[in-house]
């Protein structure tokens, strides 16, 4: 069964703290790993890794693959109040007609205070 | 934001009536997926679509059925609604090959007394 476990679960900073969240997974036939912020609403897609060590960046938003250890790390520096939301990783299974069937964590939510 | 709907978005019903969902898009993308979300449990995959007339079971389809007769729409229907699909029910849609990058609809929050 695929598997995918996030920690923190909760976690609650102060702006301008960094963080990073961690994501790792037990998925047949691995294709991506990828992170979704959701905000009291819809996810909304973040990133896509397909490839161990490069990092993806998206402004103060960073986040890394390890395929050979099964995990991923989202970085978020100098963080806002704006930050404050769920943070959802998922892992896509490649296999025969998985057709990029997802398995999500449970999701780590942040909370940035003033 | 992809052209993904859902209706209706806030639904109650009762113990044993039927309910059907609905997911409509405008981007023409070939995979479209519904998922709930409850706490502690993050998305889970309830059916998928892979075209129209093509469905497939996902993770937690006990008691939802699914069908595609158009490629904008996705109709997720439960049967005998109980308390335990109390849930948020999103759709999502993917254009890519392998359906990895997925775009979500607003949710449709449904409780079932």
Same mark, same amino acid.
């Given at each position: 069964e695929?598997? %995918?476990?996030?920690?923190?679960?909760?976690l %609650?900073?102060?702006?301008?703290?960094?963080?990073t969240?961690n994501?790792s997974?037990?998925?047949? /036939?691995?294709?991506?790993?990828?992170?979704?912020?959701?905000?009291?609403?819809?996810?909304t897609?973040l990133?896509?890794?397909?490839?161990?060590?490069?990092?993806?960046?998206s402004?103060?938003?960073?986040?890394?693959?390890?395929?050979?250890e099964?995990f991923s790390?989202? /970085?978020?520096?100098?963080?806002?109040?704006?930050?404050?939301?769920v943070?959802l990783?998922?892992?896509? /299974?490649?296999? +025969?007609?998985?057709y990029g069937?997802?398995?999500?964590?449970? +999701?780590?939510?942040?909370?940035?205070h003033? | 934001d992809?052209g993904?709907?859902q209706?209706?978005?806030?639904k %109650?019903?009762?113990?044993?009536?039927?309910?059907?969902l609905?997911?409509?898009?405008t981007?023409n993308?070939?995979?479209m997926y519904?998922?709930?979300?409850?706490?502690?449990?993050?998305l889970?995959?309830?059916?998928?679509?892979?075209?129209v007339?093509d469905?497939?079971?996902g993770?937690?389809?006990?008691?939802y059925? %699914?069908?595609?007769?158009?490629?904008e729409?996705f109709?997720?229907?439960?049967?005998s609604?109980?308390?335990s699909?109390?849930s948020?029910?999103?759709?999502?849609i993917?254009e890519?090959?392998?359906?990895?990058?997925q775009?979500?609809?607003p949710?449709?929050?449904?409780?079932v007394l």
């Amino acid at each position: 069964e695929d598997k %995918v476990v996030q920690s923190p679960l909760s976690l %609650v900073v102060h702006e301008g703290d960094t963080v990073t969240l961690n994501c790792s997974y037990e998925v047949t /036939n691995f294709r991506s790993l990828l992170w979704y912020k959701q905000e009291k609403k819809a996810p909304t897609f973040l990133f896509m890794l397909t490839s161990s060590g490069i990092e993806k960046k998206s402004g103060r938003l960073s986040s890394i693959l390890d395929k050979k250890e099964l995990f991923s790390i989202l /970085n978020i520096t100098a963080t806002q109040t704006g930050d404050s939301a769920v943070y959802l990783c998922a892992a896509s /299974n490649a296999g +025969g007609t998985s057709y990029g069937k997802l398995t999500f964590g449970q +999701g780590t939510i942040l909370t940035v205070h003033p | 934001d992809a052209g993904i709907t859902q209706s209706p978005r806030h639904k %109650v019903t009762e113990t044993g009536t039927p309910v059907t969902l609905r997911c409509h898009q405008t981007e023409n993308h070939r995979y479209m997926y519904w998922y709930r979300q409850d706490p502690g449990h993050g998305l889970r995959l309830i059916h998928y679509s892979y075209g129209v007339k093509d469905t497939d079971k996902g993770e937690v389809s006990d008691g939802y059925s %699914v069908s595609r007769s158009k490629t904008e729409d996705f109709l997720l229907t439960l049967e005998s609604a109980t308390s335990s699909q109390t849930s948020v029910y999103f759709c999502a849609i993917s254009e890519s090959q392998r359906g990895e990058t997925q775009y979500f609809g607003p949710g449709t929050r449904l409780l079932v007394l």
